[in-house]
């Protein structure tokens, strides 16, 4: 294990990596970073300029002889997925990352590791920290509060920038070029209910469910884990139906963009059934584990008594709760038939969680194909407002629709093909990355997407593979110095 990544190479891009593991940066709480970014801009004396909501801007002029190349824009978010494992003590908002190689990856102890997209980011400033590369007018754009909101791309505004080609460095593929992407709307149904006292001659219990592997809602959708709030609520719909528990509260992942991987329900039961619930939580946790045992081997589901709390839901709202969950869809819901392997459309039903009388549900609906991203709204909607729950939607953000006639993606296929001597895969991701907005903002601008490999982002696998950062950086720097004249 070698915690000293500041010394990979190239030296310059990893040093820029292992500065920003040491600032905390969750998404709408990487003020840190933006200072961090602003700084660096100005030690390097370059124009700097920091917008109305925290996105970072440095211009680089062109190296000689390259003044007449089209401008390019290097984008990359700067906050990270905020995810840990249960047993890890770590306050994102005040602890570094704790990174490490090992076996040519970098990984992180025990949360995310922010390779999503702090290589973007550490790409973009050793660019222009760098005096020997070679490369027409250059803007870095550093854009805030991308995993949970997009907020600095839907504020950028237009013409403050003056590229004409845009380089996204957030996808996690090396070896492709991405031209499209999905885009996605943020699903809400809230249920309000009835405290009743909870009774005398009931034992509280806590049903855990952890272990599983979540990941990213879209770059992992399609790979079938086990979403813990539907686990949970497979769970209780049967002990509640059959076996005589109640449910007092739950708690059911954190993030709309990350498969959940953790949920704990606090429920009653009579005296006279707790034996039954015990062994029927017992039995649902061997159901899980032989029908996932390929892709979630660390599951594990406990029940445990605990204090008693001072209330069960009502039954009528736990009911219609517990139907709505179960019938709610997740993962993938049609696989696109114009390019293959490319997911068309998903849900991921990210979050329910109990909170002062009412129980928050929050889904995140993706697709590159807006009508049928619409009809997943349309049937979410129908499913909880007739199980009496307050519905509606917001988030939105559009997809990227892809341009096969691009001239950054013909000069980046023969940029590649000449150092290595295959031609990039062309693809879309089913992911939502900033091109889509910024593009409505800047119509003019030629845009595509890459990056190095990065396996399992949002959850505390998520690792980068080295070998596949130093071809990155190659490949960016000869692209750089391949631009088109204007």
């Not at 390259?66 to 005040?94: C, I, R, T, W, Y």
């Not at 295959?422 to 907005?437: D, V």
Request: negative net charge; contains cysteine; proline residues 5%.
């Amino acid at each position: 294990m070698n915690t000293n990544i500041k010394n990979l190479e190239p030296k310059s891009l990893w040093s820029y990596f292992h500065a920003l593991t040491q600032i905390p940066r969750p998404s709408k709480k990487e003020s840190a970073a933006v200072d961090f970014v602003e700084k660096e801009g100005k030690r390097l004396g370059l124009e700097t300029i920091q917008d109305e909501v925290g996105n970072v801007i440095i211009r680089k002029p062109a190296t000689k002889g390259m003044e007449n190349a089209k401008g390019v824009v290097l984008q990359a978010h700067l906050d990270m997925v905020p995810q840990k494992n249960s047993d890890k003590q770590h306050d994102f908002e005040k602890d570094p990352i704790e990174a490490y190689e090992e076996d040519g990856w970098v990984k992180a102890n025990g949360t995310t590791l922010g390779a999503d997209n702090g290589i973007g980011v550490a790409a973009a400033l050793a660019v222009l920290a760098s005096k020997e590369l070679k490369h027409g007018p250059v803007e870095a754009l550093f854009t805030v509060d991308e995993e949970s909101g997009m907020t600095g791309a839907n504020n950028l505004k237009p013409g403050i920038l003056k590229g004409d080609i845009l380089i996204n460095m957030d996808s996690e593929d090396e070896g492709e070029l991405y031209v499209g992407c999905a885009g996605g709307t943020d699903a809400n149904a809230v249920f309000t209910f009835m405290e009743e006292e909870f009774p005398e001659n009931y034992t509280a219990l806590k049903i855990s469910l952890t272990g599983l592997k979540g990941g990213h809602s879209g770059m992992d959708i399609n790979l079938e884990r086990g979403n813990a709030n539907k686990l949970m609520f497979r769970l209780l719909k049967h002990i509640v139906a059959n076996d005589g528990a109640r449910l007092s509260s739950v708690e059911g992942g954190n993030l709309r963009n990350a498969i959940p991987r953790e949920a704990f329900a606090l429920i009653g039961v009579p005296a006279e059934d707790l034996n039954k619930v015990k062994q029927e939580v017992a039995r649902f946790k061997e159901i899980f584990t032989n029908e996932l045992k390929s892709v979630e081997p660390d599951l594990e589901l406990k029940i445990e008594e605990t204090k008693a709390p001072h209330f069960l839901m009502d039954e009528m709202t736990q009911d219609d709760l517990i139907n709505a969950i179960q019938a709610c869809p997740n993962g993938v819901i049609r696989m696109s038939t114009d390019m293959p392997g490319l997911v068309e459309t998903s849900l991921n039903l990210a979050i329910v969680q109990t909170r002062n009388k009412e129980v928050h549900v929050k889904a995140l609906i993706r697709s590159s194909v807006d009508t049928a991203k619409e009809d997943v709204e349309s049937t979410l909607e129908s499913i909880f407002l007739l199980a009496g729950a307050h519905v509606w939607f917001d988030g939105q953000y559009p997809g990227w629709k892809p341009n096969m006639d691009s001239e950054i993606l013909k000069t980046m296929q023969r940029v590649y093909k000449n150092k290595w001597g295959k031609t990039p895969e062309i693809k879309a991701i089913h992911a939502g990355l900033e091109c889509g907005i910024l593009g409505s903002a800047y119509p003019n601008w030629d845009m595509i997407s890459f990056g190095p490999t990065i396996n399992f982002p949002h959850s505390p696998d998520e690792k980068v593979n080295v070998e596949s950062v130093q071809k990155f950086w190659e490949f960016l720097v000869a692209t750089l110095e391949n631009i088109q004249a204007k």
